[in-house]
């Protein structure tokens, strides 16, 4: 199911992940400690549009972890601390 643009990157931006603008908005997640991560992604410039399932699941993959807790983690079910361990367990923290 698709996924409002704002409400990924403001569900991205609450759980410590950095905006930088370019060509994109790129998201780079900062871990509680400040570090920079290997957790990252990127959204199209844009207004009003959602992001298809296939462009989830490769955020999703982009950022350590799968589609169902990538939703998760944008909707705020899934807390930082967990996600973290995620980050740890698939070696990107």
């Keep these: 199911m698709p996924k409002a643009k704002?409400?990924?990157?403001?569900?991205?931006?609450?759980?410590?992940?950095?905006?930088?603008?370019?060509d994109h908005s790129y998201f780079v997640y900062e871990s509680l400690d400040g570090k920079?991560?290997?957790?990252s992604t990127k959204v199209s410039h844009g207004r009003g549009f959602d992001?298809?399932?296939?462009?989830?699941s490769l955020m999703?993959?982009?950022?350590?972890?799968?589609?169902a807790q990538f939703l998760k983690l944008v909707e705020c079910p899934l807390q930082r601390d967990?996600?973290?361990?995620?980050?740890?367990?698939?070696?990107k923290l």
């Design 6 to 22: 704002r409400d990924i990157e403001a569900g991205l931006t609450r759980k410590g992940f950095k905006r930088r603008e370019g």
């Design 36 to 39: 920079k991560t290997m957790a």
């Design 51 to 56: 992001v298809a399932d296939n462009l989830l």
């Design 60 to 67: 999703a993959k982009q950022c350590g972890i799968n589609k």
């Design 82 to 91: 967990d996600y973290e361990v995620l980050l740890r367990a698939a070696g």
